[in-house]
């Protein structure tokens, strides 16, 4: 497939995502100020697709590169789309609205282009990010995922998003929402975990299936957090099958990884606050 570093992919709403994404996740430890300059980096080198979240609490940063970039013109907004997500203490129906509201407010944009449901989990509803007992554990809720749905529906209609997904979800869960009576708009994607390692094969299926389309975080590898991840896995790009097809086309191992990902027609984020990086990561395209 012929691919440029603004090759789109046509959601089923009619709008279109592009192909690679700059995501801009990182650990606490990470000062903020780091993603507003991977974001400004990256709008300069030519990516279109900035992906972020409540939850990463770097919005304000994010969109004040965003507008730096927008204000001297090396991108209008209209080029830029920008994905944020509705966290989960405020899955709750009248909560929805608010959530979208403060990342709009944070980010200093009229709109987003994309909003999903972070997690198909949700947490008490309240300030705390995440709330926990006196144990330390955390408190969950139990809103009907449709009725968080429903709430997503209404941003959309008026005017905040232009369209509206799911973050981390399985096909079951998806399911709920396709099938729920009074479905106004299907989720246009799901974000999900998806790289060599973890390939999503039966999901990508099944988004496929229904015109979904499948979006790829971790494309080079999982964060290995030590609280979670094993640390004696393998490591995604020292693999020596994806270092080898690499040395013979000329190519990065992580330009590999990502290619095989994108002719699959999965949308991928690559993440890094390395300038040389994010560069090489765009010319996967070429």
Known sequence: MALTKHSRITLNDGHKIPVVGLGTYAPDEVPKSQAEEAVKVALEVGYQHIDSAFIYGNEVEVGRAINAKITDGTVKREDVFYTS????????????HSCLVKSLKNLQLDYVDLYLIHIPIEFKPGEDLPPTDE???????NTDIRDTWKAMEDCKEAGLVKSIGVSNFNHKQLELILNMPGLRYKPVCNQVECHLFLNQSKLLEFCKSHDIILEAYGVLGSTRDVNWYDQTAPILLEDPVLNAIAKKRGRTPAQVAMRHMLQKGIVVLAKSFKAERIKQNLEVMG
């Open 85 to 96: 997500k509705l966290w989960s203490t405020y899955h709750t129906p009248e909560l929805v």
């Open 135 to 141: 144990s330390g554990k955390e408190i969950y809720h």
